[in-house]
């Protein structure tokens, strides 16, 4: 069967082209389909979707996968997006560059923060729905790390679920259940991608997708955790993409964990988080005591960046003995109407906001490495393309700024679908057989969730750290035959990574943390690079090879 996708994301005839993935694997049944597209979108969330809106405006034709219909991060983001206008757009570029303790690339923080008022019009056009003040203007909130109120929401603290919903019914239909194993590179950059249809049996109906230029937005790393905010997919794949189609990643390392994360004893996988605007109207962090958490801690108290927070809590729990702290909500007016997920999230744990403090503890949230890109989505893999939480644009840095990461995802998308047209009739030929039975190291999950949250969670030390790494390291090669086992396989490469970048950076900066090395050295002020060996294995690099080179980096 050959088909071909159209803009509007249903299935016409098309030529029969061959294709291939990167040499070197061993050889299963031939394809049973193709596809073709001008843009193939790699997952569902807020940058895969604005990048294909925009494309299909523009007249390319677009194919949107997605493994998993279950939920994406952004419809569980709940604080809101940054949007700076006019002479707060320099504030906003300060906050953010604070906030990455010194490795953002300050031109790509300029570039994307100052096209917040572009990305709330992208919003916005497509029937996003925003919260008014008493004076019906757009109402605007604050957050740990910002000096001003600069955060636009919906719903109170639904904004992501109502970003997704315009974007979905704005955007082609997607391709659900539908696990891409390889991206295609041939002697002009991507050629398409490897996907199978069937999850339990990735072998059972395989296809190949014919494509120039491919965007990976496939979202965070966050089931590298026992606890995490994130969904259930999150789970590296896209990042393992583009090692294996021959870009750089950076900054893995970096991972951010929000500090106020709603507490279950033995909770495990997806847990709600109890947003940071909570505090942004008064709520208080506080030990079992009554005692204040952050008092003395930082100048922004409450609202200090994340890792601050998240390292204040920890604090007081390994001197305590404790597994949670609390955050005393209960001078915030109007609770249940202003935050109504919270408030139900509590309350189906039997905790009523209004009339008792909120148990909280740091959990899994934001990868702030990724995919080495520059401003505009692009790798050093001509016609592939990374957006959103997959990628390392330059802007988080070592720890990113609260509502950023919405802002970066609509920004980047729409940059995505711009220059997708650039690649439109560009035909890579490539040598070999797509369809390879894949092999890969392949840790069981709750070993891995179990080693990455002992030793390599909020606070990090040599001797955790190569304790996670013999764990990781031990991994052996397996049958990939199923998503779950891709999903294990792109775990364990970025655990490894993780590890890996946490042991060489013997320093405390932004949202990593050295229990053994404290202080920061201006020495290591700069990122690490990965990119995959001829024999699979990870090495670090010196310089990242992206279309335009990106943010301090170098050899930590």
């Not at 249903?10 to 031939?30: D, H, I, L, Q, W």
């Not at 014919?210 to 896209?238: C, E, F, K, Q, R």
């Not at 079992?288 to 952050?294: E, H, K, L, Q, V």
Request: hydrophobic share 45%; glycine share 12%; with cysteine.
């Amino acid at each position: 069967m050959t088909t071909a996708a159209t803009p509007g994301g249903s299935v016409a005839a098309a030529p029969s082209r061959s294709v291939a993935a990167a040499p070197g694997r061993r050889v299963a049944a031939a394809p049973g389909w193709e596809a073709a597209a001008d843009l193939v979108v790699v997952g569902g969330g807020v940058a895969g979707l604005a990048a294909a809106i925009e494309a299909t405006r523009s007249g390319l034709s677009v194919l949107v996968l997605s493994k998993d219909a279950a939920g994406t991060a952004t419809q569980y983001a709940q604080g809101g997006m940054a949007v700076a206008i006019g002479e707060d757009v320099e504030a906003h570029v300060r906050d953010t560059i604070v906030a990455g303790a010194g490795l953002c690339d300050e031109a790509a923080v300029r570039s994307i923060v100052g096209a917040g008022a572009d990305a709330l019009s992208v919003l916005t056009g497509i029937g996003a729905r925003f919260d008014s003040g008493a004076d019906g203007s757009m109402a605007r909130t604050r957050e740990g790390g910002h000096s001003v109120g600069r955060i636009v929401h919906a719903g109170g603290d639904a904004t992501g679920r109502e970003i997704q919903r315009a974007l979905s019914s704005a955007a082609p239909a997607t391709v659900n259940g539908a696990t891409v194993l390889d991206v295609l590179v041939g002697d002009r950059g991507v050629a398409g991608v490897l996907v199978s249809l069937s999850p339990d049996d990735l072998h059972a109906n395989l296809g190949v997708v014919h494509a120039p230029a491919v965007l990976i937005a496939t979202g965070g790393t966050g089931m590298l955790y026992s606890a995490s905010t994130n969904p259930s997919g999150a789970t590296a794949d896209g990042l393992a993409l583009a090692l294996r189609a021959g870009a750089d990643v950076a900054d893995v390392e970096f991972v951010q964990f929000h500090p106020t994360v709603l507490f279950r004893p033995g909770g495990r996988g997806r847990l709600p988080l109890v947003s940071e605007a909570v505090r942004g109207e008064g709520a208080r962090l506080v030990d079992a005591d009554g005692r204040s958490i952050m008092a003395g801690v930082h100048p922004l108290g409450d609202l200090a960046p994340r890792d601050v927070v998240s390292r204040a809590i920890a604090a007081r729990l390994a001197e305590s003995g404790a597994d949670h702290v609390f955050l005393d909500a209960r001078s915030v007016p109007d609770m249940a109407l202003r935050f109504p997920t919270v408030t139900a999230a509590c309350l189906a744990q039997d905790v009523d906001p209004t009339e008792q403090p909120i148990p909280v503890a740091p959990a899994a949230h934001y990868a702030c490495g990724g995919v080495v890109t520059d401003e505009y989505g692009r790798t050093c893999v001509a016609g592939l393309h990374a957006a959103g939480e997959v990628a390392r644009t330059g802007l988080h840095g070592a720890n990113r700024l609260a509502s950023n990461s919405l802002l970066e995802g609509v920004v980047l998308g729409t940059r995505v679908a711009r220059s997708a047209r650039d690649r439109v009739s560009v035909r890579s030929l490539t040598s070999g057989d797509p369809s390879a039975r894949h092999r890969a190291p392949r840790l069981d999950r709750d070993v891995l969730q179990s080693a990455m949250t002992r030793h390599v969670g909020v606070v990090r030390d040599d001797t955790g750290l190569r304790e996670a790494a013999a764990i990781v390291g031990a991994a052996v090669p397996r049958e990939l035959t199923s998503t779950h086992d891709v999903e294990d396989a792109a775990l364990t490469l970025l655990a490894s990574a993780t590890a890996s970048a946490a042991l060489a950076r013997t320093e405390t900066r932004g949202a990593h943390t050295r229990a053994d090395h404290p202080r920061s050295d201006d020495a290591q002020r700069r990122s690490t690079v990965f990119r995959l060996a001829d024999d699979g294995s990870l090495a670090i690099v010196r310089n990242a090879r992206s279309a335009d080179q990106v943010g301090p980096i170098g050899v930590s």
